[in-house]
Structures are given as structure tokens and as C-alpha cells.
């Protein structure tokens, strides 16, 4: 089975603001991969790759650290069915949203 037509370029142009939504977003414990794959097409694996690209190796290895002992937020799969959000405190002033803290 050929996953290319699935995948999304990880070196595709993305704004400074794109990347920096992104990384804020992996780094998010109640932000899930499926999060990120809805707003940028980027699959989990393709977020780990971007990361390692854009962050210094220590950062990387602490973030990878992170997300795979145990954060079970990261997942969908994983997290309870408690939390039904993923917005981040400040995501009215990234988005704009006007409803979005009502």
C-alpha cells in the first residue's frame, strides 16, 4: 500500500506563524496529533519530523520524551472521554476567534 498520496510534504512553504501554531500545539498536552492533522494536515508522524527539524536536539529529545511517556492526552484513542476541548488558553487571540470563550 503507497502512503504517498496521503502524506503531506513536511518542507511545504508554512508561514512563521503556521510553524510556530504547530510546534505550540505539539507541545500542548490536551492538543491532540488529530488536532493537528484537522487544522494543517500534518499526521503525527510528519509532526515529529517537523519538530526535529525545528527544534534543537535537546528540545526534540525532551518533547519526544514527553509525549511518549504516557501523555495520553496526545492521542484520541487514548484520553478520556472527559475531554471534549483541545484550544489552548490563547487560541481566541491566534484565531481570532470572537466565540470562541463565551
Not at 35 to 46: L, R, S
Not at 66 to 83: A, E, F, M, P, Y
Request: some cysteine; charged content about 35%.
Amino acid at each position: 500500500m503507497n502512503n504517498a498520496a496521503t502524506t503531506v510534504d513536511v518542507n511545504k512553504e508554512l508561514t512563521e506563524r503556521q510553524l510556530d501554531r504547530i510546534i505550540e500545539m505539539a507541545w500542548e498536552d490536551r492538543t491532540p496529533f488529530e488536532a493537528i492533522k484537522f487544522q494543517f494536515g500534518f499526521a503525527e508522524k510528519e509532526v515529529i519530523k517537523l519538530m526535529r527539524k525545528n527544534l534543537k536536539e535537546s528540545s526534540f529529545k525532551r518533547w519526544r520524551k514527553r509525549v511518549n511517556s504516557g501523555v495520553s492526552t496526545k492521542h484520541l484513542k487514548k484520553r478520556s472521554q472527559d475531554i471534549t476541548r483541545f484550544k489552548c488558553t490563547r487560541q481566541r487571540i491566534i484565531s481570532s476567534n470572537k466565540i470562541s470563550k463565551r
